[in-house]
């Protein structure tokens, strides 16, 4: 939870990162989620409220989702013999490397099978997280050998083994912020051939459609002849009254959705990635996880009700989205198969 200094024009959209930071604490203090380094990214943690029980149950079901397609990357990169690569951008203070690096998210075997883990976002944001990382001895300790962890970007980077910690601002050319650190150089951090996950959780929504599809299309060239696979947690459906009243709070915040305009419906949501050339999409909201894509007996372990009322309005606005970009010579391969699937017991609906 890093709060931007005021006067930057940018600092409403860098602030939402303080919700969701508070959204996975609360979570967490409520035994929805399991994430003992969370805290470490919220000043005053213990002092912090609990969050209502509709975004506990809101921040559960977007992880539990997210964590699931994260976890079958992994899998399936053991699965296929090779390691794999995971790119967060827009990560603000998200702690999902440190739970897959203690095997909170996955079992030890796949743990040897994540190369690297990178995590890009506004300077303003990279080099509080990078301060926090170095001054805490449970986040440093995660990240190996202190003799190869090096601060980058003047205090806004980290580099370690396999966790890198990269500032740039996503709405600017890729080729000229991101091509230089990832692709170039003597020791590239991402290589094209090694299959490459990339992660946008509440990022595309805040940027413009043509930096996005060109962010989107970027990567997707990089990785012409590899794997490459794409989530997106976003809102959509904003146009009804439930919608119309989160998108006059944002306002109210002087935050602006323009990336949710082109995509109003679940059925629109894939089109981000088919329009880019994945070969594969899908979408699901999140009261459709929850209801069928996430077992009765985890949704009753943790406390969520099998009747939400009131929880539908909020989890039907938001969603995931997961695309997919195969080579010919993997169209057969278990890869096609990576994706949230249902559950045999369903949540009983309202």
Known sequence: MFPPPSSDPDTPVRLTDNDAALARLSAVQKGYLTDPFVSAFVPRAHLQPPRPPLINIGTYVRTVAIDDLVAQWLALSREDGTQCQIVSLGAGSDSRF?????????????????????????????SKKAMTIRKS???????????????????????????NLIPADLRRPP???LASILFEGLEPLLSSSRPTLLLFECVLAYMSPDSSNALLTWFRQQFSDGILG?????????????????VNNLKARQVDLPGAVPYPTQESLPTRFLDVGFTAADALSLRDIRLQYISHTENINVGVPRRGRGVEPRLQHYAIT????????????SWGTWGLK????????D
């Open 98 to 126: 440190w739970r897959i690096a203690v095997c909170i998210l996955i079992n030890w075997e796949h743990n040897s099978h994540l190369a690297k883990y990178i995590e890009i976002d506004f300077p303003e944001i990279t």
């Open 137 to 163: 001895k449970p986040l440093g300790s995660v990240l190996g050998d202190p003799a190869k962890i090096q601060v980058s970007g003047g205090g806004t980077g980290l580099k370690s083994p396999r966790y």
């Open 175 to 177: 080729q000229e912020t």
């Open 230 to 246: 794409s989530v997106v947690y976003e809102m959509f459906g904003l146009e009804d009254s439930f919608g119309l009243v989160m």
């Open 322 to 333: 997961w695309g997919l970009s195969l080579p010919k010579s993997k169209h057969q391969s």
């Open 342 to 349: 249902k559950q045999s017991s369903e949540v009983e609906e």
